[in-house]
């Protein structure tokens, strides 16, 4: 029987040499390049690029002799490349989209085939299982050209895509200041593609940048997969006090989100790094624009909606609604409660190596460390948020488990009062005090998250307990 492949929130993954095989990827190929020509790009550029895992490159080019066989034309990275990076070169050399071969985050033994549009951006919902759709069941159906004479004749075009985007981060924000600090900066690579890109930025002043985990090994060594959240980013905390360094950025594989480490070496929680980014933007740099969030991202973005003046739109789970939600409003900012954030005047696209630069330039032009920039924002939204989250692996009928959680109705969770539910995507209770507790399937894995954010530091754990009883987990 044939392998169904199925589009999570950017494209496809799996397990290398399991599902993850060369056929399927070059039909995975076949299935973007159809909805590409039906879309009326025939004969346009598409870039394609790859990370760091196990025989990225050969999947990479595989599919750009799928695209080549299509008839279009391929700009294909030189070496693994960050997916923000990716993202700028589909805008920088007006191609219509881009193929990533990529799992980001995920475990090593996994691989992934993520899609863009023109705009650099994830395509939405619609176009993604239109993709799907598209895609053969069989290798026969697959149109292929070789990769030696597509390359000889001019087709694929090999190319460096990191220049264009110094040039372009440098537009944004400036760099200088950031280099003459004398800021002591530790940085966790994760084994991935954003190795050595704060060194290349930064490099040649007073401030120091110290790498780990900067080189290629598809195990990922000393950490579960390259994830930035604990205990992932054990060793780079370890290294940033051993180092007295003053922060610590963390680039996942991909190096389109960034995790952050104060300078104690205590991890700062993804939500509160967006709400950072966004206040530094709002205060510091003094702009406005719409803040686009996803269900499961801080509620402080909403009170600083309210204080600045600026919408704030809520949005699905990934960046697959974040991305239009951006372009249709030029927002500021979007971002994710996994980490990954994306800025106006960029692509539209995660970026976890601007969202690192402008936390420097945060400290810089504040002259503050990171509990202090944490200490301001508490302040101007008026006191402490707290956050968790807890994925448990479940079984049984999905429909049967979600029509449970709708017919529970519970009065209270962890304490608190359940004032609302939202149905958006997965089930978001709202609670008294402004927080909320959230849960939702994986679409590509059996498994649920509980997710929830609170004011009462010590009713998170409560909280979420009481919602894997809600799921029927407890």
Same mark, same amino acid.
């Given at each position: 029987?044939?392998?169904?492949?199925?589009?999570?929130?950017?494209?496809?993954?799996?397990?290398?040499?399991?599902?993850?095989?060369?056929?399927?990827?070059?039909?995975?190929?076949?299935?973007?390049?159809?909805?590409?020509?039906?879309?009326?790009?025939?004969?346009?550029?598409?870039?394609?690029?790859?990370?760091?895992?196990?025989?990225?490159?050969?999947?990479?080019?595989?599919?750009?002799?799928?695209?080549?066989?299509?008839?279009?034309?391929?700009?294909?990275?030189?070496?693994?490349?960050?997916?923000?990076?990716?993202?700028?070169?589909?805008?920088?050399?007006?191609? $219509?989209?881009?193929?990533?071969?990529?799992?980001?985050?995920?475990?090593?033994?996994?691989?992934?085939?993520?899609?863009?549009?023109?705009?650099?951006?994830?395509?939405?919902?619609?176009?993604?299982?239109?993709?799907?759709?598209?895609?053969?069941?069989?290798?026969?159906?697959?149109?292929?050209?070789?990769?030696?004479?597509?390359?000889?004749?001019?087709?694929?075009?090999?190319?460096?895509?990191?220049?264009?985007?110094?040039?372009?981060?440098?537009?944004?924000?400036?760099?200088?200041?950031?280099?003459?600090?004398?800021?002591?900066?530790?940085?966790?690579?994760?084994?991935?593609?954003?190795?050595?890109?704060?060194?290349?930025?930064?490099?040649?002043?007073?401030?120091?940048?110290?790498?780990?985990?900067?080189?290629?090994?598809?195990?990922?060594?000393?950490?579960?997969?390259?994830?930035?959240?604990?205990?992932?980013?054990?060793?780079?905390?370890?290294?940033?006090?051993?180092?007295?360094?003053?922060?610590?950025?963390?680039?996942?594989?991909?190096?389109?989100? $960034?995790?952050?480490?104060?300078?104690?070496?205590?991890?700062?929680?993804?939500?509160?790094?967006?709400?950072?980014?966004?206040?530094?933007?709002?205060?510091?740099?003094?702009?406005?624009?719409?803040?686009?969030?996803?269900?499961?991202?801080?509620?402080?973005?909403?009170?600083?909606?309210?204080?600045?003046?600026?919408?704030?739109?809520?949005?699905?789970?990934?960046?697959?609604?974040?991305?239009?939600?951006?372009?249709?409003?030029?927002?500021?900012?979007?971002?994710?409660?996994?980490?990954?954030?994306?800025?106006?005047?960029?692509?539209?696209?995660?970026?976890?190596?601007?969202?690192?630069?402008?936390?420097?330039?945060?400290?810089?032009?504040?002259?503050?460390?990171?509990?202090?920039?944490?200490?301001?924002?508490?302040?101007?939204?008026?006191?402490?948020?707290?956050?968790?989250?807890?994925?448990?692996?479940?079984?049984?009928?999905?429909?049967?488990?979600?029509?449970?959680?709708?017919?529970?109705?519970?009065?209270?969770?962890?304490?608190?009062?359940?004032?609302?539910?939202?149905?958006?995507?997965?089930?978001?209770?709202?609670?008294?005090?402004?927080?909320?507790?959230?849960?939702?399937?994986?679409?590509?894995?059996?498994?649920?998250?509980?997710? $929830?954010?609170?004011?009462?530091?010590?009713?998170?754990?409560?909280?979420?307990?009481?919602?894997?009883?809600?799921?029927?987990?407890?």
């Amino acid at each position: 029987m044939t392998f169904k492949i199925k589009f999570g929130t950017d494209g496809w993954r799996g397990v290398i040499a399991e599902e993850y095989t060369f056929d399927n990827v070059r039909r995975c190929a076949q299935g973007y390049a159809s909805y590409m020509l039906e879309q009326g790009n025939a004969g346009k550029w598409i870039v394609v690029g790859y990370d760091k895992r196990f025989a990225s490159e050969n999947f990479a080019a595989a599919t750009a002799e799928v695209l080549a066989g299509n008839g279009f034309k391929v700009y294909l990275t030189d070496s693994a490349t960050p997916t923000p990076v990716i993202a700028f070169a589909v805008v920088n050399t007006k191609a $219509c989209g881009a193929v990533n071969i990529t799992a980001s985050h995920n475990p090593p033994a996994d691989n992934g085939f993520k899609v863009r549009n023109e705009t650099g951006g994830a395509i939405d919902p619609e176009g993604l299982l239109r993709i799907e759709a598209l895609i053969p069941d069989s290798i026969d159906s697959v149109k292929r050209s070789t990769y030696n004479t597509e390359v000889s004749a001019g087709n694929i075009v090999v190319f460096d895509a990191h220049a264009p985007y110094f040039e372009h981060i440098q537009k944004l924000i400036d760099l200088q200041p950031i280099r003459d600090a004398g800021l002591t900066v530790q940085v966790d690579a994760m084994w991935g593609n954003g190795a050595g890109y704060f060194t290349k930025l930064l490099g040649g002043g007073k401030t120091k940048i110290l790498e780990i985990h900067a080189e290629r090994n598809p195990t990922f060594p000393e950490m579960k997969r390259p994830e930035p959240i604990r205990p992932n980013i054990d060793k780079g905390l370890e290294a940033t006090v051993t180092n007295k360094a003053d922060i610590l950025l963390i680039l996942d594989g991909d190096a389109d989100r $960034c995790g952050i480490g104060d300078e104690n070496g205590e991890f700062i929680n993804q939500l509160r790094v967006y709400a950072l980014l966004a206040y530094y933007l709002l205060e510091v740099r003094g702009e406005r624009g719409d803040i686009v969030k996803t269900l499961s991202t801080t509620n402080m973005l909403n009170r600083l909606g309210e204080i600045y003046g600026v919408p704030v739109h809520e949005t699905g789970v990934g960046f697959k609604y974040v991305a239009p939600k951006m372009t249709e409003t030029d927002a500021l900012i979007g971002g994710e409660e996994s980490g990954g954030y994306a800025f106006r005047g960029n692509v539209p696209e995660r970026d976890g190596i601007l969202a690192g630069l402008y936390m420097l330039d945060f400290m810089v032009r504040t002259g503050k460390k990171p509990t202090e920039l944490l200490k301001m924002l508490f302040d101007k939204v008026g006191g402490e948020y707290f956050y968790d989250r807890v994925d448990s692996a479940f079984s049984g009928d999905r429909a049967a488990r979600e029509q449970m959680i709708l017919d529970a109705k519970p009065a209270t969770l962890g304490g608190l009062k359940v004032t609302d539910l939202i149905t958006v995507d997965g089930f978001q209770f709202r609670m008294e005090d402004g927080g909320w507790m959230l849960i939702r399937f994986s679409g590509t894995e059996p498994i649920m998250r509980v997710y $929830c954010e609170t004011r009462h530091a010590d009713k998170v754990q409560a909280i979420l307990k009481d919602g894997l009883k809600v799921a029927g987990i407890q």
